[in-house]
């Protein structure tokens, strides 16, 4: 890992310029996710030399999305177009994440994942619900046999019964990012890692999924915790 287990990504939105890479480097996370999917100017070589300058001044691991709009992008970005970013600046990233219903690119971006040496996070959101425990167990499966080094698992959490089928997972599995969405999954955020979810998400800018901290919230409960 790039890491040391639980980590804190620092979610970049909106665009990469000199007063988010300053923050992402104050920030005190062990990871920035860059949430391309939340660009308005997509350029890929202006985007290159942003995360040129991210990798460089806030010296931290980065998180490549481009986020599917059906499982939380913020703009409707054709899967061709998705497919090109990660190619073009699968170089200046250190971890890929393609949604694992990304069918019709996944491999392509997991090829040029592993082409550069880079390791993949395949992920899976669900904003309305928790699933039941085997449709989990299947996600997982599914996500490996994609090539899948790090399976992330998001959903909407209604109440203790889904924290708990989601704290499960994390039982029976290695390897996982489990999150769960919502009022009633916030404490997820801090009590999934201390039980072995590889990373944990907290704000730089704007809040990218419901129930998300910040960055700073996050390093404060992991102090209390001793994570």
Known sequence: MYWKAPGIAGVLAGEINGASI?????????????????????????????????????????????????????????????????????PFADIADIELSSGGIIKNVVDSAKGHGKKVIISYHNFKTTPGDRILQEIVRKARAKGGDIVKIAAFARGPQDLRRLARILTDSKDLIVIAMGKAGSASRVLFPAIGSLITYGSLTDKTAPGQMSVKELKTEFRRYGL
């Open 22 to 90: 300053k923050r992402a480097a104050r920030s005190g996370a062990d990871l920035t996710e860059v949430r391309v999917d939340t660009f308005r100017e997509r350029d890929p070589d202006t985007l290159a030399e942003g995360l040129k300058r991210l990798r460089s001044k806030a010296n931290l691991p980065v998180i490549l999305t481009v986020r599917s709009r059906k499982e939380g992008g913020k703009y409707a970005i054709g899967d061709k177009e998705r497919l090109e970013l990660f190619k073009n600046l699968m």
